[in-house]
C-alpha cells in the first residue's frame, strides 16, 4: 500500500514564486526523503530528514517534518523554469530495504 | 562514471513471450531493488535484494522474478508477461544502510 501522497497533485506556478508540495503518511518512519524526477527519468535524491529533525535546508530546497501529523513539505524557493519536474517523498521505518513512496506532485515553472 | 544502467530502455512485446530487463551499478552496492512506475500510483517496489543470492519480495511481485548471482546485476524476469505489466520499470541501488538510492534511467515496457 502507498505510504505517501503527495499535495498537491500538480502545481503551476510563475518563475521566481515559491513552491510548496505536501506529504502525508501513515506509519511511523525512521527518514523522510524527497526526490525529483523529470519527465520519464530515473528519480535524483533531493534531501533527507529523519524523524528526530524537524527542518532541513539545502540550497533553494527546505523540507519540514511533523511526526505528530505524519507530515512534511518541501518548500522551493525562487523557482526556475529548470524546477519543472515530479517531486516524490519517500519513507523508511528504519529498514532502508523498504522504502515506500508517494504518488508525486508535478510542478510546472512557467517562465 | 558512477550510474545504474538498464537495457532495454524501451520494449514491445506480446503476452506470454519471456524477457528480461537487465539492470547493472558500478558502485559495489550491495542493495539492489526494482520499482515500477503507474500513473496515479507512484513508484511500487517489486523486489530487493540485500546482497548476492540474497532477494526479497516487495509489495508488487506477482508475475515477476529476480536473481541476484553478481553482486552488480540485479536481472528483472518475466516468465509470461501480461497487459497489465505495462509499465515504466525503475532499478535502483544503495550500499549497505545507505539510504540514498541511486536509480537507472528507466525501462519502458508496453504488452500486447
Known amino acids: 500500500s502507498q505510504q505517501g501522497e503527495e499535495d498537491p497533485q500538480a502545481l503551476s506556478i510563475q518563475e521566481g514564486e515559491n513552491a510548496t508540495m505536501n506529504c502525508s503518511y501513515k506509519?511511523?518512519?525512521?527518514?523522510l526523503q524527497w526526490y525529483r524526477q523529470n519527465s520519464g527519468r530515473g528519480l535524483v535524491h533531493l534531501i533527507l530528514?529523519?524523524?528526530?529533525?524537524r527542518e532541513k535546508h539545502s540550497g533553494r530546497l527546505r523540507v519540514t517534518l511533523d511526526t505528530s501529523k505524519k507530515s512534511s513539505s518541501l518548500l522551493i524557493t525562487a523557482s526556475r523554469a529548470a524546477d519543472t519536474a515530479s517531486y516524490f517523498c519517500?519513507?523508511?521505518?528504519?529498514?532502508?530495504?523498504?522504502?515506500?513512496f508517494g504518488t508525486g506532485t508535478k510542478l510546472q515553472v512557467i517562465p | 562514471e558512477a550510474q545504474v544502467t538498464q537495457n532495454p530502455r524501451y520494449l514491445i512485446t506480446v503476452t506470454g513471450k519471456k524477457l528480461t530487463v537487465t539492470c547493472s551499478q558500478n558502485?559495489?552496492?550491495?542493495?539492489m531493488s526494482w520499482y515500477r512506475q503507474d500513473p496515479g500510483l507512484g513508484l511500487r517496489q517489486i523486489y530487493y535484494?540485500?546482497?548476492?543470492?540474497?532477494?526479497d519480495k516487495g509489495d508488487v511481485p506477482e508475475g515477476y522474478k529476480v536473481s541476484r548471482k553478481e553482486k552488480r546485476n540485479f536481472p528483472l524476469i518475466l516468465e509470461s508477461p501480461s497487459p497489465n505489466q505495462t509499465s515504466l520499470y525503475f532499478c535502483?541501488?544503495?550500499?549497505?544502510?545507505?539510504?540514498?538510492?541511486?536509480f537507472g534511467p528507466g525501462t519502458r515496457l508496453l504488452v500486447l
Open positions: 530528514i529523519r524523524s528526530n529533525e
Open positions: 535484494s540485500m546482497n548476492v543470492e540474497v532477494t
Open positions: 535502483a541501488s544503495t550500499w549497505t544502510g545507505g539510504e540514498t538510492q541511486y
Open positions: 506509519t511511523s518512519i525512521n527518514n
Open positions: 558502485m559495489n552496492h550491495e542493495y
Open positions: 519517500a519513507t523508511d521505518d528504519g529498514g532502508y530495504q523498504k522504502v515506500t
